[in-house]
């Protein structure tokens, strides 16, 4: 039902609203994505956006038209899968080189035709690591959490949360818990000196990368 009237399926394509298309950047990767304009950034915190900037305004069928016009000319992805966006914050970079990358994809776009329908804006970057507490050089966790179990306890300090993720520094080190897991689990508080018990799989860490992939 919900896909019968949805944006994300076109199958909602006579919403009034305006809508903003924008730039997301994800590390290795700077996507294109469209969003209600009323919501302001949440849209690109919910997929946990390290930067990002909007580039238009308009109707929904305008902002269907600049997406695909960017995905076929320069070749931007509209979606980034969730182990490249973990990736991404491993090695965040500066935020100098977010706007870098953000600024060279706009400044491709601005020598396009414009479909009607989306007015150009001004190019403004939004950093939004300091909204998750990324810390500049990174989040490397030792351990994921895989699967609950009954009775299970996991403590510690949230040390990020960013998208669906959280980062936790437990005694076992920092921990990622997705928070899709706990999906249809009932969740209590932990009793006061409690140790964690959940199981957690290893993290292997990856290799550190001298520079970013290339953007296309």
């Known amino acids: 039902?919900?896909?019968?009237?949805?944006?994300a399926t076109d199958t909602r394509l006579d919403d009034p609203r305006?809508?903003?298309?924008?730039?997301?950047?994800?590390?290795?990767?700077?996507?294109?994505?469209?969003?209600?304009?009323?919501?302001?950034d949440a849209r690109l915190l919910e997929q946990?956006?390290?930067?990002?900037?909007?580039?238009?305004?308009?109707?929904?069928?305008?902002?269907?038209?600049?997406?695909?016009?960017?995905?076929?000319?320069?070749?931007?992805?509209?979606?980034v899968s969730t182990s490249r966006k973990r990736r991404a914050r491993d090695q965040p970079g500066s935020l100098a080189d977010r706007?870098?990358?953000?600024?060279?994809?706009?400044?491709?776009?601005?020598?396009?035709?414009?479909?009607?329908?989306?007015?150009?804006?001004?190019?403004?970057?939004?950093?939004?690591?300091?909204?998750?507490?990324?810390?500049?050089?990174?989040?490397?966790?030792?351990?994921?959490?895989?699967?609950?179990?009954?009775e299970g306890v996991i403590t510690g300090r949230i040390a990020c949360t960013i998208g669906t993720d959280l980062y936790v520094e437990t005694s076992a080190g920092l921990v990622?818990?997705?928070t899709h897991v706990l999906a249809g689990w009932s969740l209590g508080r932990a009793a006061a000196g409690a140790v964690l018990t959940?199981?957690?799989?290893?993290?292997e860490s990856p290799p550190r990368e001298l520079g970013q992939d290339a953007l296309f």
């Open 18 to 40: 305006p809508f903003s298309v924008y730039l997301a950047h994800h590390g290795s990767v700077v996507k294109v994505g469209i969003t209600a304009a009323e919501r302001g």
């Open 176 to 178: 990622l818990l997705d």
């Open 198 to 203: 959940v199981p957690l799989e290893r993290v």
């Open 99 to 150: 706007e870098v990358s953000l600024l060279n994809v706009a400044n491709q776009i601005s020598a396009l035709p414009w479909p009607d329908g989306q007015s150009r804006g001004e190019i403004k970057v939004r950093d939004h690591t300091a909204a998750y507490g990324l810390p500049a050089d990174g989040l490397r966790p030792a351990a994921v959490l895989q699967t609950p179990v009954p």
């Open 1 to 7: 039902m919900e896909r019968s009237n949805s944006i």
């Open 48 to 79: 946990g956006a390290l930067a990002s900037t909007f580039i238009s305004t308009g109707s929904l069928l305008g902002a269907r038209r600049v997406e695909n016009l960017l995905i076929t000319t320069l070749g931007l992805p509209d979606r």
